[in-house]
């Protein structure tokens, strides 16, 4: 579990060091809003809380927009940084919109969302693809100070939190190690080459999560091209989903829970993608049933890669499966 804040352009920071010396570890900075607004304090604060040694995230606020322009206002600001953790989206509109969500949520499994319980619970994702604000610092509420995240990615616990170093009030955090990117999220456009740039952010990430799942060496241009595509469609077939190279919801999906690393095994719960994809990266048959024969592949692959050969898919097989190119 990992201590966090959350911060826009009206926090006042006053000494980051004394943030780190109060427990945080994580700091979320609200990076654009809907389709023009970007946050002029972004890069100053971006470098100061890394110049601390905290783990960064940024975060989009969202309003009632085309899901994909605003993802791709958002993209065009984030990939100017290297990120820590993964990307928020804040979905604090009234009357929310489902699809809306949906589809901004498929567009990267490296999203979480923020809200409140009425949204976030009915939205249909996993619990470590949200981040639920339960304030216990508000009139009339029975909650007390987290101690476990209960399998949220995140919970929002205090909207006014007193942290060492930060005037008035902090938005307090806590955390699932979940969030953590194994891999640093970099996509290195410069300001100036951003309009000159013809590929699609959106793209380039698909192309990244591509590369790290099926271990290809895909260009990163943010073009679909024949390479691109084909990829897409050796995963959703390995996935067992419709075959269509189209990037939609349900491949974003079984990413996202591929990257949950679930600890996968006979004795364990079903978990259909994590298991297609362990028998898609082991061998044998891919099914997405983690039987006897799927142990014992997994067992001989453990063995062959200097692992513990337990036939169980846990941190250690997870790490070598999605964080090595082997």
């Known amino acids: ?11 006042e920071i006053t000494d980051w060091n004394a943030i780190k010396a109060s427990g945080v570890e994580v700091v979320y900075i609200k990076l654009t809003d809907g389709l023009t607004y970007i946050n002029p304090k972004a890069l100053e604060q971006y470098n100061a809380a890394k110049s ?7 975060y989009h606020f969202g309003e009632k927009n085309s899901a994909q322009d605003e993802y791709n206002h958002f993209m065009r600001e984030a990939s100017k940084y290297q990120w820590d953790v993964k990307f928020m989206f804040d ?17 990267n499994p490296n999203f979480i969302i923020y809200g409140s319980h009425s949204v976030v619970d009915k939205c249909g994702l996993p619990l470590n693809r949200i981040w639920v604000a339960e304030p216990t610092d508000i009139a009339n509420t029975n909650y007390k100070e987290p101690t476990s995240t209960r399998g949220y990615a995140g919970i929002q616990h205090k909207w006014y939190g007193k942290i060492n170093g930060l005037q008035g009030n902090a938005d307090v955090d806590l955390f699932d190690d979940s969030i953590i990117l194994n891999i640093a999220v970099t996509l290195p456009i410069l300001a100036q080459q951003t309009v000159q740039q013809s590929g699609s952010p959106a793209t380039r990430i698909i192309q990244l999560e591509l590369n790290t799942l099926l271990k290809k060496d895909l260009a990163v241009d943010g073009i679909t091209g024949p390479s691109t595509i084909e990829a897409i469609k050796e995963f959703q077939k390995a996935m067992g989903l419709t075959v269509d190279g189209i990037w939609g919801p349900a491949t974003a999906g079984a990413v996202g829970q591929i990257y949950a690393r679930p600890v996968d095994g006979v004795p364990y719960a079903h978990a259909e993608y994590a298991t297609r994809y362990i028998q898609y990266r082991v061998g044998g048959s891919i099914d997405g049933v983690f039987g006897s024969n799927t142990k014992i592949y997994v067992q001989n692959w453990q063995a062959k890669h200097g692992l513990v050969a337990d036939g169980i898919v846990g941190t250690g097989t997870w790490s070598k499966l999605l964080d090595e190119n082997c």
């Open 91 to 107: 979905y604090e509109v009234t009357s929310p919109d489902f699809n809306f969500i949906t589809q901004f949520m498929g567009l």
């Open 52 to 58: 601390v040694g905290l783990k960064v995230g940024a």
């Open 1 to 11: 579990m990992k201590k966090g804040i959350d911060i826009y352009s009206g926090t």
